[in-house]
């Protein structure tokens, strides 16, 4: 329903209240004085103050007991009839909260008090105006009229007449609500879409709020009229807003939720989807909240039609498990468990959340938590998602077992760091390996009188492997991009091999490593910063060896940001040996407030032959590449330059070009990269692994609230992609393009867009048009659409470009 969790949201705001219980005051008039009562405390129409945050009841509830202060300018109270009159301007204060009125009347009699002109204000910024107000001291009843409210959020609200006849029992007579903000110079214009309900009551022991004759007004006209409905002031079971969208792999699809509950610590959701394309399907999500944690369990199951079957089974469907439970202060228990049918039923169903998850990632262990150290003991089991997968299939790691320990500063300057760990990975088709390492390291850090900024470390790594290396793995064909990768090669293509025995291996590795860096900042006026940055690392070389598999450190990267770091690789099997110089300058200017640019470019000299995985990325013995970047901050326009380049003649090997810029009238962004294969590539045809270019631009040039845009993700370059013994060409056609229009206010947001998609990873993810549309209405609800997204990198069979290689750095620009 769109008329959910709005009158119950602010039932708070439509009165306060407030009881004098002792006056005691001489029967003279008091001009210009303060008074102060005690045991006085103001109270609101609180209904379900967790719905969301109001300001003016924690002010109430911190300041309850606090003393009541009034200021005024003349007042009397009379002794005999016991009636406190103040005329003229009025203030009551108690903690944050301040009533201010023309005319106050308490009648100690009646237990009556009467406030003529009021204006409440709490410390978030609400205001509440109201013509006039008779109350009860004890707050069992009231009435206020004319009541208007400005919230801090600047939402508005109006009502004829708000009566509380008890505790449990309100009443409100012609009230109106709208989040939509009220211009200066057009005060008497028609909110974008308001909410007007001739009568609302709520019942506080039956947990209901009922409304009768309510109007969805869009610009003053009315656009939707029901007679009488009733929510509950609490949760409650019921319909949720439905899912509606459209994709290639699903075609239009729709889903309606249904939401039961259970209990105040559990509930249920339950949503059958019909797909046009994917047959239809429900979908499920239990939830529970304990005192030491939550769990959660959610799945789906579709059983899809016989024309969609090709790639994959007749049922489909995924399971997920989620529990967290911190059973102690410093130990929790934690378990991520998640098994899909096959690759693509998550990307062409864009609702469930991992639309573009290339694996997924179950785990499951414990953790302690202490000053100085950390524990872990741990099962991992991925699940691979991207079909252009050229690694060796999923795998799992039981167990993963770390010990952390770093000590804090001695000696005002060092610091020591312990890391244990044991890794046992099982893995199907592919390698199977058991290691246990121990790293040690001790830190540096100075800062010398002149600002020179030292830093030091000496580490010892040390690994113990069994692996057990299946003929797959080092069975491959050569890459044509560059002697360095490798293609895997697919088991039924090669089942002869499979009854091949394993390849045993045993190795120990001990990597001792010293470095030193030093940084000197120089000021030169107030406008240019220049850093020149050295670092020197003594290890020794030809370390990594054939016998470790490479399972965690397949991801090299070399770049402006980690070229002082002491490691390329991101995992353990490989490390980062040989001695080395790495130097580099980093420049800033501020042009002015708002203006600055930034530069850097640094090199590697390696004294050593390095890893050969380091060799596609621009190391090698010598000079290496030239990295740096190059940025420019400004109000109107964000440009970052990141770029590798070959020496000695300074071939280009990696450009990236991203931002944004113009204002919001028309504003572009995008990015652009280049990624060349190493110059010893043994295909001069393949001299480029990707060229491609994004660009979104973006226009209110109409409007101040409507806005046009259109994307497109284009190739560049034209490629022949090798598939084992095939050669086959592909056209540079765009790879994603589309439009879209939205609207979008401080009260309501529309968006739409179509797009057309040339990525094909299987029959139900092909090229084709998705479609998708997005509502909100301000603390009403929305209905939207999941947009569709694909892999960052699209599978060989349907891209322009050719896969690339797993050392090659791509991801260094695509984070993920």
């Keep these: 329903m769109f008329f959910i969790n709005i009158w119950i949201l602010y039932p708070a705001c439509w009165a306060y209240f407030f009881r004098v219980t002792k006056v005691t005051l001489l029967g003279i008039p008091v001009v210009g004085g303060m008074l102060s009562y005690s045991n006085t405390a103001f109270a609101l129409f609180s209904l379900h103050p967790s719905v969301r945050y109001c300001p003016h009841v924690q002010d109430w509830k911190a300041y309850q007991d606090s003393p009541f202060l009034v200021e005024l300018q003349e007042g009397s109270y009379d002794e005999k009839s016991r009636v406190l009159i103040v005329s003229g301007p009025c203030t009551l204060r108690q903690g944050h909260v301040k009533l201010e009125c023309s005319y106050l009347l308490y009648d100690q009699s009646k237990n009556e008090i009467f406030v003529q002109n009021g204006q409440l204000k709490d410390s978030a910024g609400d205001r509440i105006f109201f013509d006039k107000g008779t109350l009860k001291s004890t707050l069992s009843a009231g009435t206020l009229h004319n009541v208007r409210m400005l919230t801090y959020l600047r939402e508005r609200i109006t009502a004829r007449k708000i009566i509380k006849f008890s505790e449990e029992k309100i009443r409100a007579e012609r009230i109106s609500y709208t989040p939509c903000h009220a211009c200066k110079d057009r005060l008497s214009e028609e909110p974008l879409w308001s909410l007007h309900s001739t009568i609302v009551e709520q019942d506080q022991k039956n947990s209901q709020t009922e409304y009768t004759d309510t109007t969805l007004k869009l610009k003053g006209i009315p656009f939707i009229q ?19 969208g459209g994709n290639v792999g699903a075609g239009f699809y729709t889903g309606l939720p249904y939401y039961y509950r259970m209990s105040a610590q559990q509930d249920l959701k339950v949503t059958p989807f019909y797909m046009q394309s994917g047959g239809g399907m429900i979908a499920s999500d239990y939830r529970k909240r304990f005192y030491q944690g939550a769990v959660q369990i959610s799945g789906a199951a579709n059983l899809a039609p016989k024309q969609q079957t090709v790639d994959h089974q007749g049922f489909r469907g995924y399971g997920a498990l989620d529990l967290d439970s911190h059973f102690s202060p410093h130990w929790r228990f934690f378990m ?15 609702f469930f959340g991992f639309t573009s998850a290339p694996y997924l990632e179950s785990k499951s262990g414990f953790e302690g938590f202490y000053p100085k150290h950390w524990f872990s003991f741990r099962t991992l089991r991925y699940q691979d998602l991207s079909p252009d997968d050229t690694t060796e299939g999923s795998c799992a790691v039981t167990p993963e077992l770390k010990y952390c320990y770093r000590s804090g500063m001695f000696s005002k300057k060092i610091t020591a760091d312990i890391e244990v760990g044991t890794v046992s990975l099982y893995n199907k088709e592919g390698t199977q390996m058991q290691r246990a390492t121990m790293d040690s390291a001790l830190e540096v850090h100075h800062l010398t009188n002149r600002g020179i900024q030292i830093h030091g470390s000496v580490r010892l790594g040390q690994a113990l492997y069994s692996a057990q290396i299946c003929p797959l793995s080092v069975l491959h064909q050569p890459s044509p991009y560059t002697s360095f990768a490798m293609l895997y090669i697919q088991p039924e293509k090669v089942s002869p091999l ?15 490593e010293a470095e030193v860096t030093f940084r000197y900042p120089v000021m030169m006026g107030c406008r240019w910063i220049i850093t020149p940055e050295l670092q020197t690392v003594a290890a020794p070389g030809k370390i990594n060896s054939w ?14 940001s980690n070229l002082l770091a002491h490691n390329r690789f991101t995992g353990l099997d490989r490390v980062d040996d040989g001695s080395r110089v790495n130097y580099a300058l980093n420049v800033q200017y501020q042009l002015n407030c708002t203006q600055n640019i930034e530069a850097y470019i640094g090199q590697r000299w390696s004294g050593t032959p390095p890893a050969l995985e380091l060799i596609p990325v621009g190391i090698r013995k010598g000079f290496s590449d030239v990295v740096g970047r190059v940025s420019w901050n400004s109000s109107w326009a964000k440009l970052l330059y990141r770029f590798r380049v070959h020496t000695p003649k300074l071939d280009s090997q990696t450009h990236m070009l991203g931002g944004s810029i113009g204002s919001k009238i028309l504003e572009c962004s995008g990015n652009y990269i280049f ?18 270019i994004t660009i979104q631009a973006k226009t209110n040039l109409f409007t101040r609230n409507w806005h046009l845009r259109a994307f497109v993700t284009q ?30 206010n401080e009260c309501f947001l529309f968006d739409f867009f179509l797009q057309y998609s040339r990525y094909r990873m299987a029959e139900d993810l092909r090229p084709g048009i ?4 997005s509502i909100n209405l301000k603390q009403l609800g929305k209905i939207q659409t999941s947009k569709q997204l694909f892999s960052r990198k699209p599978d060989k069979r349907q891209s322009e470009i050719p896969s690339f290689p797993s050392n090659c750095g791509v991801e260094t620009f695509f984070p993920t």
């Design 498 to 512: 499979l009854g091949l025995p394993r390849i045993n291996t045993h190795y120990y590795r001990i990597f001792p």
């Design 336 to 350: 991520h468990e998640y098994i899909v049918s096959d690759r693509t039923f998550f990307t062409t169903r864009p």
């Design 547 to 560: 016998r470790i598999p490479n399972q965690d450190s397949q991801n090299v990267q070399f770049h402006d």
């Design 770 to 773: 998705s479609f998708g549309i």
């Design 715 to 744: 190739n560049l370059k034209k490629n022949r992609t090798y598939e084992l013994s095939e050669n086959i060409p592909h056209s540079n056609r765009p790879l994603n393009q589309g439009v879209g229009v939205g609207y979008e």
């Design 226 to 244: 029901v007679p009488y409905f009733y929510l509950p002031t609490r949760p409650r079971s019921g319909m949720l807003a439905p899912y509606v």
């Design 675 to 692: 990624i060349s294969a190493p110059p010893l590539a043994i295909n001069p045809l393949y001299r480029t692994l990707a060229h491609q």
